[in-house]
């Protein structure tokens, strides 16, 4: 380089120069080298500043050796890796920073990210739907406006809480927007420790919330239910003395007609008592099923017979259109009594009616039979429908109804392996329907499978 | 894996520096490959920091070890 420089150094002067002599070529060859091997030293020391590096020396290196060692080469290579290594790990960020975007918005929490102003900085899809109504953008906004729908930070925050204590705070239970949730917040922390914002968790626990509660009711109605059963057995026996000794005496002939009447009530009233309490201990009792071929059709004329008077004394008027089909395996007494309690509470919804009617149709389809029962009575409300086969569920007057036929009659269906529901509009009337399989299988439990 | 040595005992800074990216770059894809790790033996204390500095920048991974009288960095493919 330095011969280079001489050669190419020396026309140039030269030729800016036409008047001077070699000796003056030379001063200026001399010169340009100077000013030239000045200009990469410093320039190298430039470099090795940016290395991190100390200067060279005066006595470190000579020229010569400068452009030999060719240190703005070494270095030149060692940026281009440098370079290189930066693309391969910004790539690699982006990559990361592509996955936990991903994460943070297909995980099942809603999580939310705010600064110490409670602004927020971050929030995943699953805290938007959760949490957030309307379309706007909510980056940059408070989380107690977006979130609480409030305008001002509430009393108890665990947002607040964590900024202040540096702490995690959980809320077991929060009421936000119609939903129940559980929230967590912890701390964010910079690299010296200095909390710079919230990471809020918010967990939906609406649909546990409800389980657990229907969950809970299930088993205080079925504590209430053995209760209930206790107590209808130790009725069972002064009832039917009641009964016996008022019968008793009513045979006894010097008894006055005021004695006669109030005799019979208390027949009629213990006898009404007594019917609750078989009821109740139908409801409880797991009676195992008593199969045999029964002709279904015969049945619902069974039915029909047994409760004629009421029919009749109602003013209703039954229709049937039975179907032939063929005999199913059942428990013929529970399957009566399935046929007697949806009748009677026919009979009761047309209660006061001069044009009631109840239709009876029984078709058979594949390996089962269909029963249904309908009248033109009210209806049911649209509230009550889910409500009608539960136990002790009635809108009877109290006396009038236990609340327990249509739960004993569900019970009874599902453990033949059928299906009952009901179809209600208000004021159009209700239909029951009944569907039981052909032959019932008894599995081991003893629960039928169909 | 090679080992390749560089003794640059009795040098200082900035030449430190210098020969050992020297050298670095000249083993460039042996090292990036693993196949090869560059040690480095030097007495200067501010090379065990601008040498680290350097390389890993560049990519990579560095251990300084100190030894009876000099420093031995051990350069090697980022893990």
Known sequence: ?450 | MDNLVLDIRGQICPACLLISLKELNNNRSRIKNGEASLVVLTDHRDATRTIPNAVTAMGYSVNVEKREGYYEITIKKEK
């Open chain 1, 1 to 450: 380089m330095r011969s280079r420089s001489k050669k190419k150094s020396s026309p140039d002067r030269g030729s800016f120069q036409k008047n001077n002599r070699s000796s003056r070529v030379q001063a200026g060859t001399k010169d340009t080298e100077r000013i030239l091997y000045k200009y990469i030293r410093e320039k190298v020391n430039q470099l090795l500043e940016i290395m991190g590096t100390k200067p060279l020396r005066e006595e470190e290196l000579d020229e010569r050796t400068i452009v030999e060692f060719d240190p703005i080469g070494i270095i030149a290579e060692s940026f281009k890796e440098i370079l290189e290594h930066l693309r391969e790990k910004n790539l690699q960020l982006q990559q990361a920073r592509d996955y936990l975007q991903a994460v943070f918005d297909a995980v099942g929490v809603g999580i939310s990210i705010v600064d110490r102003d409670l602004k927020i900085i971050k929030c995943n899809e699953r805290q938007k739907e959760l949490l957030v109504r309307d379309t706007d953008t909510v980056e940059g906004r408070h989380c107690y406006e977006v979130y609480c729908g409030i305008d001002s930070p509430p009393l108890i925050c665990p947002a607040i809480e964590t900024i202040e204590r540096s702490r995690e705070v959980f809320l077991k239970e929060v009421t936000k927007k119609g939903r129940v949730f559980q929230i967590n917040t912890s701390p964010l922390k910079d690299g010296e420790g200095n909390i710079t914002g919230v990471v809020e968790v918010s967990v939906d626990i609406t649909d546990k919330k409800r389980t657990e509660e229907a969950l809970h009711q299930a088993e205080k109605l079925a504590a209430v239910g053995r209760l209930a059963a206790g107590i209808a057995h130790e009725l069972n026996n002064p009832l039917g003395n009641i009964i016996g000794y008022a019968k008793l005496l009513l045979k006894t002939g010097d008894l006055g007609d005021y004695e006669r009447e109030k005799l019979s009530v208390i027949i009629e009233q213990a006898e009404k008592g007594s019917e609750i309490i078989r009821g109740l201990l139908e409801f409880s009792h797991e009676r195992p099923l008593e199969l045999r071929s029964v002709l279904i059709n015969n049945s619902i004329e069974r039915v029909l017979s047994s409760m004629a008077h009421i029919i009749e004394s109602s003013g209703i008027k039954v229709f049937k259109y039975l179907d032939d089909i063929p005999p199913v395996e059942v428990d013929q007494k529970q399957i009566e009594q399935v046929f007697h309690n949806t009748l009677l509470n026919a009979v009761q919804a047309l209660e006061g009616r001069k044009d009631g009617i109840i239709e009876i149709r029984t078709a058979g389809l594949d390996s089962t039979v269909q029963i249904s029962l309908s009248d033109n009575g009210p209806g049911i409300p649209r509230e009550h429908l889910s409500l009608i086969f539960d136990p002790f569920f009635t809108t009877k007057p109290p006396g009038k109804g236990t609340g327990l036929g249509l739960s004993i009659s569900s019970e009874i269906v599902k453990k033949h392996g059928g299906s009952i529901w009901v179809e209600s509009e208000s004021g159009k009337g209700t239909t029951f329907h009944i569907i039981l399989p052909v032959r019932t299988r008894i599995a081991l439990n003893g629960e039928a499978e169909s």
